[in-house]
């Protein structure tokens, strides 16, 4: 019985995990997760997806803040005798002192093709390039962010309607599947883990909420790529008398105009942009539900002709 400690905390874990509880051959003898954080308007501590499926499972769960300066969480994780570390966006860095406890070594299921984006938001950076395609890498973990070998890699193209969220959840089953497969074979030494090519290498980093701020001077289809790439978090917004106009979903159409000006086209209301016109085809204003952009346009009729500003 191959003795498994899973580590890993958003919604994209969670296939990882519930595909190694049911593996014949596998127990997981404990799950590491990120702490509980405030959320919701009431603000009350919440566990994460991770936590939640390991708790129903009967899995013992642990909830470090870091490693590196506290040698007793790895201790704790040693005393619990794997015999591989499987992870998947946990989102804390693991020491090279961490990796090295079970023997069959650390792997990791990350959302790339690596070595293209490496780093904390490979799905959303490779809407925003506008890539065809991406998928998942099994990759042996080292020290570095993203370097190790890959040991598997599964592809899937990316739909021109995907957002990170819908792509998210479907390299999530990907990487899950990926990982049933490649996991006896690794244990048996089938595998010969390959160095990722010194060529092709991008990071990501981590988004923030102002990167959702629209910059109209940029080219209507960078900006549709943005709308997608940025929900659910931080979602995609503008400026509209002093409150946040978020746009949900849009389409790059035919014109131009001087960008930032809302105009008329067939089918809706669209903002010129720095190369193209952007038509926004479900908005949300501040305070309010989600709505077509030609009903927004219905109740806000000084809108058309506007100019939406970028404000720092």
């Known amino acids: 019985m191959l003795r498994v400690v899973f580590m890993g905390t958003p919604d994209f874990a969670v296939p990882t995990l519930k595909t190694l509880l049911t593996l014949p051959d596998v127990q997981v003898v404990g799950v590491a997760t990120q702490p509980d954080k405030p959320a919701g308007r009431g603000r009350a501590l919440a566990a994460s997806p991770v936590k939640q499926v390991a708790v129903a499972a009967g899995v013992p769960v642990l909830q470090p803040r870091g490693f590196r300066k506290n040698p007793a969480n790895a201790e704790a994780l040693r005393a619990l005798t794997p015999d591989l570390l499987v992870v998947a966006a946990y989102g804390l860095i693991l020491p090279q002192s961490v990796l090295d406890i079970p023997r069959y070594g650390s792997l990791n299921v990350h959302a790339s093709l690596l070595p293209r984006w490496r780093g904390a938001a490979p799905i959303t950076f490779a809407i925003l390039a506008g890539d065809a395609v991406t998928g998942v890498t099994i990759m042996l973990m080292d020290a570095g962010m993203d370097t190790g070998p890959i040991l598997t890699t599964g592809e899937t193209p990316i739909q021109p309607n995907d957002t990170t969220e819908s792509l998210s959840q479907r390299l999530a089953v990907l990487g899950a599947g990926l990982l049933r497969d490649t996991l006896p074979r690794w244990v048996a030494g089938e595998i010969q883990p390959q160095p990722q090519p010194g060529d092709g290498v991008t990071l990501t980093r981590l988004i923030q909420k102002e990167d959702g701020l629209i910059d ?12 997608r790439a940025y929900q659910p978090w931080p979602g995609a917004y503008t400026l509209w008398r002093g ?7 849009a389409s790059v159409v035919a014109g131009q105009g001087e960008p930032g000006r809302v105009v008329m086209v067939q089918g809706g209301v669209a903002v010129a942009t720095g190369a193209g016109l952007l038509r926004l085809d479900e908005v949300q204003p501040a305070g309010r539900r989600p709505m077509p952009g030609k009903a927004f346009v219905n109740g806000a009729k000084d809108f058309i002709g506007s100019h939406l500003k970028e404000v720092v």
């Open 243 to 249: 409150e946040p106009l978020k746009v949900l979903k």
């Open 216 to 227: 109209w001077g940029r080219p209507a289809v960078e900006i549709e790529r943005a709308v």
